[in-house]
DNA sequence: TCATATTTGTAATGTATGATACATCTCGTG
DNA sequence: CACGAGATGTATCATACATTACAAATATGA
């Protein structure tokens, strides 16, 4: 806030015994339901309080703004920080460490992008993407790009052990279309593509579009071209103070939809697990939990 | 509302797909702080969405109405109602799913993972690590374990943009040692290894550790034996409802690292980054960003 | 590759809006 | 009750704003 920390609620308020007649009216007026009446026109709110306009400008001058436009600048400054706020409030999520600190301000941003991605997401095309890749009818094709397959391998770790017909393709790869020579209609495509799109990435998800499978695609909030194609779209906010993007959100998504599918096969992938357990332990490939 | 049961986010979010370019820029610009930005002057939110006034009340005609100012009263008409009805509260992250549906159940579970690692983690030792890493007199070695090799290839493939001498070690490959023959005291060996602690994974950081480098680790909260031998340590928490933990946690603490050994070595890292666009135009692989 | 349609931006225009000057009213005080 | 100082409203003005018309740029399809 530019003038002060308290809101102009506050400040309104703490006057409210100073004021005339006329001023306490439109006092209450812009109260009432605030900041809703402050944001129209001078002239409406005055009609609404019952004074006259310039007595909306006198008080908005006694608050210290130079004119009715910087005032509702204000208010609207006061909504947006209120909208941030719900979670964000945190203002140091690192003790010892200012604010300012990259870890508080990427953190910061993060759950920001959390938020306003998840507000996005219609819970049944969430739904209908994790029955897809739970659905065994279906070979499962997990495709990244250069920094996406990443994240990309990471669901296709987890898918493996989950359910069998699944198949890790690297986009950035020339022999992508070797791994891609059975796929049929009626497969789930699972493509990660994110800003800098990559062409080979388009050109897959070209192919199997024309080979009539499903395509369900992670991409940013600006959406990969791979998006008209895709059959089941998620986008996530990718921006964070720094000259890269996080790809946080897209692994959170990923990481639910693990969690889901596993939900929705968990009778099958009992067995699976505890065959793999078996194989580790003969491999002696990881120490005992302790 | 005046219109429809649907609030004018509603609306717009259906629509995005429909959008042209500059539209979806200018409805990413309104629902990015909604409804502040939609309040302000029509010339603002241009200004703000890089597209010009003409475009905005194109879109706004779109919505239905006969123009701005019939937009905005219906913003500032859902602001009241909104307050009106504080029990419209976002209690859940996704709205139109159940607070009991997964995606809000899970995001629950990271935000709370995020705020206990952060509340542990101590400055002091992130900037540290950060300018270990940042330091071309050393090289970073960068090693993973069967799941953990992901976010760690996360880490090596934005560390190999920003300076040179960086190392990818996967410890699940027989072939570590061949990687490990020239490392030397003083270089740097960040190593993620989180539950299923893997015994290469052990046997690599003691050696390593003989060698007189710096050990950096990113565990969980039960940290890998590696701790005993790691110079800097990192804990997370990765518990999740879900049959598998949780990598957003260590993922962000990498992204953050990666913003700032970045802004650390911005100098130099402005030339390899320009001479990687260069290369990335020569070849072609990804398509220009429109 | 060119031609056409669509999208987008620029510049001009009219109007709604906020600001100002001044008249009127209200209320306290002698 | 009259006077004057502060409060409030009316009428006018200036301008910032939304709107319109048109041109440039971009995408689309032959």
Redesign the interface.
């Known amino acids: 806030m530019a003038h002060s920390d308290l809101t102009i609620a506050d400040r309104i308020q703490s006057g409210l015994d100073t004021l005339t007649r006329a001023e306490r009216q439109l006092a209450h007026a812009i109260l009432e339901?605030?900041?809703?009446?402050g944001?129209?026109p001078l002239s409406a709110l005055a009609k609404d309080a019952q004074v006259s306009g310039p007595t909306v400008l006198r008080m908005v001058q006694k608050l210290g703004f130079s004119g009715y436009?910087e005032f509702?600048?204000e208010l609207?400054?006061e909504?947006?920080a209120k909208?941030?706020n719900?979670?964000a409030k945190?203002d140091t999520?690192?003790?010892?460490?200012p604010s300012g600190?990259?870890?508080n301000r990427?953190?910061d941003a993060?759950?920001d992008n959390?938020?306003?991605s998840?507000?996005?997401?219609?819970?049944?095309a969430?739904d209908e993407a994790c029955a897809l890749m739970a659905d065994t009818g279906r070979a499962v094709y997990i495709v990244g790009g250069?920094?996406s397959h990443?994240?990309a391998?990471?669901l296709y770790?987890?898918m493996q052990v989950i359910r069998p017909g699944v198949i890790h393709v690297q986009s950035?790869s020339n022999t992508w279309p070797h791994h891609l020579l059975d796929i049929k209609e009626g497969d789930v495509v699972v493509i990660c593509d994110v800003?800098?799109?990559?062409?080979?990435t388009?050109k897959l998800a070209e192919m199997v579009h024309a080979r009539g499978s499903k395509i369900i695609l992670l991409t940013d909030?600006?959406?990969s071209?791979v998006?008209s194609l895709s059959d089941i779209c998620f986008s996530s906010r990718i921006v964070?103070?720094?000259?890269?993007d996080?790809?946080?959100m897209p692994?959170?998504l990923i990481?639910?939809m693990?969690?889901?599918v596993?939900?929705l096969l968990w009778a099958d992938?009992r067995d699976r697990?505890e065959a793999l357990e078996d194989m580790?332990d003969q491999t002696?490939?990881?120490?005992k939990?302790t």
């Open positions: 339901n605030y900041p809703a009446s944001l129209g436009p509702q600048a609207r400054e909504l947006r909208a941030k719900p979670i945190h999520w690192t003790e010892g460490a600190h990259v870890l990427f953190t993060v759950i959390i938020r306003h998840l507000a996005q997401i219609e819970p049944d969430f250069r920094i990443t994240i391998e990471y770790l987890h950035t800003r800098r799109y990559e062409n080979n388009l909030q600006w959406r071209p998006h964070v103070p720094s000259a890269w996080s790809a946080v692994l959170l990481e639910t693990i969690s889901a596993q939900d992938t697990m580790f002696k490939l990881f120490r939990f």
